[in-house]
Protein backbone atom coordinates (compact mmCIF):
# COMPACT_ATOMS: atom_id res chain seq x y z
CA UNK A 1 0.00 0.00 0.00
CA UNK A 2 1.51 3.49 -0.96
CA UNK A 3 1.78 6.96 0.70
CA UNK A 4 -1.34 7.74 -1.12
CA UNK A 5 -3.58 4.98 -0.02
CA UNK A 6 -3.13 5.15 3.15
CA UNK A 7 -6.12 5.66 5.23
CA UNK A 8 -6.48 9.35 7.07
CA UNK A 9 -5.38 9.33 10.39
CA UNK A 10 -3.95 5.62 10.38
CA UNK A 11 -1.05 5.68 12.96
CA UNK A 12 0.88 2.86 13.77
CA UNK A 13 2.49 2.81 17.48
CA UNK A 14 5.53 4.31 16.55
CA UNK A 15 3.72 7.22 15.63
CA UNK A 16 1.44 7.37 18.56
CA UNK A 17 4.37 7.31 20.56
CA UNK A 18 6.31 9.81 18.75
CA UNK A 19 2.95 12.07 19.06
CA UNK A 20 2.87 11.54 22.97
CA UNK A 21 6.43 12.86 22.95
CA UNK A 22 6.00 15.84 21.62
CA UNK A 23 2.56 16.16 23.45
CA UNK A 24 5.33 16.16 26.01
CA UNK A 25 7.46 18.33 24.77
CA UNK A 26 5.16 21.02 24.19
CA UNK A 27 3.31 20.70 27.67
CA UNK A 28 6.55 21.08 29.22
CA UNK A 29 7.73 23.99 28.07
CA UNK A 30 4.69 25.75 29.85
CA UNK A 31 3.42 24.07 33.08
CA UNK A 32 0.36 25.62 34.59
CA UNK A 33 -1.96 24.50 37.56
CA UNK A 34 -4.23 23.81 34.61
CA UNK A 35 -2.17 21.94 32.44
CA UNK A 36 0.01 19.51 34.78
CA UNK A 37 -2.12 17.37 35.29
CA UNK A 38 -2.43 16.64 31.15
CA UNK A 39 1.34 16.69 30.99
CA UNK A 40 1.96 13.89 33.90
CA UNK A 41 -0.72 11.83 32.45
CA UNK A 42 1.35 11.98 29.10
CA UNK A 43 4.51 11.30 30.19
CA UNK A 44 3.17 8.17 32.02
CA UNK A 45 1.60 7.07 28.98
CA UNK A 46 4.43 7.63 26.81
CA UNK A 47 6.52 5.94 29.33
CA UNK A 48 4.26 2.77 29.46
CA UNK A 49 3.66 2.70 25.73
CA UNK A 50 7.79 2.92 25.11
CA UNK A 51 7.79 -0.02 27.81
CA UNK A 52 5.17 -2.17 25.65
CA UNK A 53 6.85 -1.51 22.70
CA UNK A 54 10.66 -2.71 24.04
CA UNK A 55 8.52 -5.63 25.24
CA UNK A 56 7.23 -6.51 22.18
CA UNK A 57 10.78 -6.19 20.82
CA UNK A 58 10.86 -3.08 18.57
CA UNK A 59 13.76 -0.64 18.83
CA UNK A 60 13.03 2.34 20.89
CA UNK A 61 16.63 3.24 21.53
CA UNK A 62 15.76 6.73 20.02
CA UNK A 63 12.72 7.18 21.59
CA UNK A 64 14.29 6.37 25.18
CA UNK A 65 16.92 8.81 24.90
CA UNK A 66 14.16 11.31 24.07
CA UNK A 67 12.14 10.03 27.18
CA UNK A 68 15.07 10.54 29.27
CA UNK A 69 15.73 13.91 27.80
CA UNK A 70 11.63 14.74 28.84
CA UNK A 71 12.64 13.26 32.36
CA UNK A 72 15.65 15.32 33.10
CA UNK A 73 13.93 18.67 32.35
CA UNK A 74 11.09 17.38 34.39
CA UNK A 75 13.49 16.65 37.51
CA UNK A 76 15.47 19.62 36.58
CA UNK A 77 12.16 21.94 37.00
CA UNK A 78 11.05 19.37 39.95
CA UNK A 79 9.63 22.75 42.51
CA UNK A 80 7.71 24.41 39.81
CA UNK A 81 6.30 20.71 38.88
CA UNK A 82 5.09 20.23 42.46
CA UNK A 83 4.32 23.54 43.03
CA UNK A 84 1.78 23.49 40.00
CA UNK A 85 0.31 20.33 40.93
CA UNK A 86 -0.65 22.06 44.69
CA UNK A 87 2.06 20.73 46.69
CA UNK A 88 3.74 17.41 47.82
CA UNK A 89 0.38 15.69 48.85
CA UNK A 90 -1.52 16.94 45.73
CA UNK A 91 0.91 15.72 43.41
CA UNK A 92 1.27 11.50 45.61
CA UNK A 93 -2.62 11.93 45.50
CA UNK A 94 -2.24 12.74 41.58
CA UNK A 95 0.46 10.16 41.10
CA UNK A 96 -2.21 7.76 42.55
CA UNK A 97 -5.36 8.77 40.27
CA UNK A 98 -2.90 8.55 36.97
CA UNK A 99 -1.40 5.21 38.29
CA UNK A 100 2.29 5.82 36.93
CA UNK A 101 4.95 4.11 37.96
CA UNK A 102 6.20 5.11 41.47
CA UNK A 103 9.71 4.63 40.17
CA UNK A 104 9.56 6.67 37.12
CA UNK A 105 11.86 9.96 37.41
CA UNK A 106 8.66 11.95 36.93
CA UNK A 107 6.95 10.55 39.46
CA UNK A 108 9.48 10.94 42.09
CA UNK A 109 9.61 14.75 41.87
CA UNK A 110 8.13 15.47 45.54
CA UNK A 111 10.96 13.33 46.67
CA UNK A 112 13.49 15.70 44.62
CA UNK A 113 11.77 18.62 45.88
CA UNK A 114 12.37 17.11 49.88
CA UNK A 115 15.72 16.23 49.41
CA UNK A 116 16.79 19.35 48.07
CA UNK A 117 14.68 21.34 50.55
CA UNK A 118 16.54 18.89 53.29
CA UNK A 119 19.96 20.17 51.85
CA UNK A 120 18.80 23.61 51.79
CA UNK A 121 18.03 23.58 55.88
CA UNK A 122 21.29 21.37 56.16
CA UNK A 123 23.59 23.99 54.68
CA UNK A 124 22.34 27.03 56.12
CA UNK A 125 22.07 24.93 59.82
CA UNK A 126 25.92 24.76 59.11
CA UNK A 127 26.12 28.21 58.12
CA UNK A 128 25.02 29.76 61.12
CA UNK A 129 26.55 26.94 63.09
CA UNK A 130 29.84 28.16 61.68
CA UNK A 131 29.20 31.76 62.34
CA UNK A 132 28.29 31.11 65.98
CA UNK A 133 31.84 29.02 66.32
CA UNK A 134 33.59 31.79 64.82
CA UNK A 135 31.96 34.13 67.43
CA UNK A 136 32.01 32.48 70.37
CA UNK A 137 35.74 31.57 69.64
CA UNK A 138 36.45 35.43 69.24
CA UNK A 139 34.90 35.56 72.19
CA UNK A 140 36.82 33.26 74.15
CA UNK A 141 40.29 34.52 72.83
CA UNK A 142 39.40 38.17 72.84
CA UNK A 143 41.94 38.89 74.80
CA UNK A 144 44.43 37.05 72.80
CA UNK A 145 42.96 38.52 69.54
CA UNK A 146 42.84 42.11 70.90
CA UNK A 147 45.62 42.53 73.33
CA UNK A 148 45.23 45.83 75.70
CA UNK A 149 47.61 48.33 74.09
CA UNK A 150 49.17 50.34 76.96
CA UNK A 151 50.53 53.21 74.44
CA UNK A 152 46.87 53.77 72.61
CA UNK A 153 45.07 53.92 76.17
CA UNK A 154 47.53 56.48 77.42
CA UNK A 155 47.36 58.40 73.92
CA UNK A 156 43.62 58.34 74.18
CA UNK A 157 43.44 59.39 78.25
CA UNK A 158 45.77 62.27 77.09
CA UNK A 159 43.36 63.23 74.25
CA UNK A 160 40.48 63.07 76.26
CA UNK A 161 42.36 65.21 79.22
CA UNK A 162 43.35 68.00 76.64
CA UNK A 163 39.51 68.14 75.42
CA UNK A 164 37.89 68.39 78.84
CA UNK A 165 40.37 69.93 80.71
CA UNK A 166 43.14 71.55 78.57
CA UNK A 167 46.53 71.21 77.86
CA UNK A 168 47.85 71.71 81.15
CA UNK A 169 45.55 68.20 82.29
CA UNK A 170 46.64 66.80 79.03
Known amino acids: ?????????AMTEGDALRNLMSASERLS??????????????????EALIEQLHGAGRDVRAEMARLESIQDSASGRAGMIVKAAGGSTAYAALRAKL?????????????????????????????????????????????????PDPAGD????????????GPQAA
Open 1 to 9: MGKLQQHLN
Open 99 to 147: GGDPQSPVWQLDARVAEARTRTWRSLTISIAVVMLIGALGYVFRATLFP
Open 29 to 46: ARITPATVAEYLETVTKT
Open 154 to 165: AIRAAQRAYLEA
